[in-house]
Nanobody
Framework: QVQLVESGGGLVQAGGSLRLSCAAS????????MGWYRQPPGKQRELVAR???????NYADSVKGRFTISRDNAKKTVSLQMNSLKPEDTAVYYC??????????????WGQGTQVTVSS
């Protein structure tokens, strides 16, 4: 059993900042890729940013230069620092982990989602 627990969402004015965090726990051998996705109202879920165990990152074009993803492999956590937020960043943000379980199976997991609302 694996769980991803997110925290840090909320309401912020345009131009403000928020930091999202996600902690993984359970029957985990290793975590290959951790990432953040978001689903704006009425739209499909989309990639925001992801990071490999070696620290390689990639970002959606819409957030480059404003968001920074980081992870702590020992603590099995991933964070997303969001600066210069815009109303179009409003969405439910989901943590995702591509991991290997202690049974050596490769599986993907999602967090429950956290709401980020940016007011204009």
């Amino acid at each position: 059993q694996v769980q991803l627990v997110e925290s840090g969402g909320g309401l912020v004015q345009a131009g403000g900042s928020l930091r999202l965090s996600c902690a993984a726990s359970g029957s985990i051998f290793s975590i290959n890729v951790m990432g953040w996705y978001r689903q704006p109202p009425g739209k499909q879920r989309e990639l925001v940013a992801r990071i490999t165990s070696g620290g390689m990152t990639n970002y959606a074009d819409s957030v480059k230069g404003r968001f920074t993803i980081s992870r702590d492999n020992a603590k099995k956590t991933v964070s997303l620092q969001m600066n210069s937020l815009k109303p179009e960043d409003t969405a439910v943000y989901y943590c995702n982990a591509d991991l290997t379980t202690i049974a050596r199976t490769r599986e993907g997991y999602w967090g429950q989602g956290t709401q980020v609302t940016v007011s204009s």
